[in-house]
């Protein structure tokens, strides 16, 4: 009696064991160079002190803040980060723009790849001309010789935190996003409780440690009175 319920529950009721994430320390170096195989995320040349003080670039797996009063140009230098990041980076962005839709985000970045204020131009005419001239110009920017998208942005923003976390982990796990760029960040916390706040830096640290991502979270900051 006693010994057929034990090998019942042994063997037939056995229950899996939970890892908890522990690992053994003899397979850490190979781990420590999984992370030192992984290229940095490179910066462009007119920030060349700073990628000189983060030996050669952003890595993998942290969380950066860029942070800027606002009208100050803080578009314009993101924008130049972000198009040398799709032609120079080796690691696929998601573009998460709170301030602009897809189309008028890819019009901003028409502009700096042609040098033409696509937005500023005072016909419809004016400006389709411009954009179909520079069509090329503009796709290299967009898709790689093979057609492939260089990067993915979010399309419909969901009006919650959970949403806009699902959406990031999807293109995570679908596209192999890598680098995860939200612009600006006030536009997800600014209106949500310190403890919905506190819980979505949470999940960015656990993301970017379980998915070796990195996030970019563009910040305003108000200015002084001083100016």
């Known amino acids: 009696g006693d010994i057929a319920n034990l090998v019942a529950d042994v063997y ?13 320390s003899a397979s850490s170096f190979d781990k420590m160079l999984d992370v030192l195989n992984v290229e940095r995320i490179p910066l ?18 942290e ?3 860029i942070i800027s009063s606002i009208s100050t140009g803080k578009s314009v230098f993101t924008t130049e980060i972000v198009l ?13 723009s709170l301030e602009d839709s897809v189309g008028t985000y890819t019009a901003k970045l028409a502009s700096r790849v042609t040098g033409i204020k696509i937005l500023a131009l005072r016909t419809i005419k004016e400006k389709t001309e411009v ?11 967009l898709k790689d010789e093979n057609g492939v998208n260089r990067y993915e942005i979010l399309d419909e923003i969901p009006n919650s935190l959970e949403g ?29 409780s310190n403890e919905e706040q506190a819980s979505f830096m949470n999940f960015q640290e656990a993301t970017r440690r ?5 996030f970019i979270n ?4 108000r200015k002084s009175q001083s100016g």
């Open 84 to 96: 040398d990041w799709l032609m120079r980076s080796p690691h696929k962005l998601f573009i998460i």
């Open 210 to 214: 379980k998915y070796g991502v990195t």
């Open 12 to 24: 037939w009721n056995a229950v899996p064991v939970k890892t908890f994430g522990i690992t053994g």
């Open 44 to 61: 462009p040349a007119f920030m060349n002190g700073l990628d000189e003080a983060l030996s050669g670039g952003i890595p993998l797996e």
């Open 164 to 192: 806009i976390q699902e959406s990031i982990l999807q293109a995570i796990k679908l596209y192999n996003s890598k680098v995860i760029l939200i612009d600006p960040i006030q536009s997800v916390l600014g209106t949500k």
């Open 131 to 141: 954009a179909m001239e520079h069509k090329e110009e503009i796709e290299s920017f």
């Open 63 to 65: 969380i950066f803040n």
């Open 218 to 221: 563009i910040c305003h900051t």
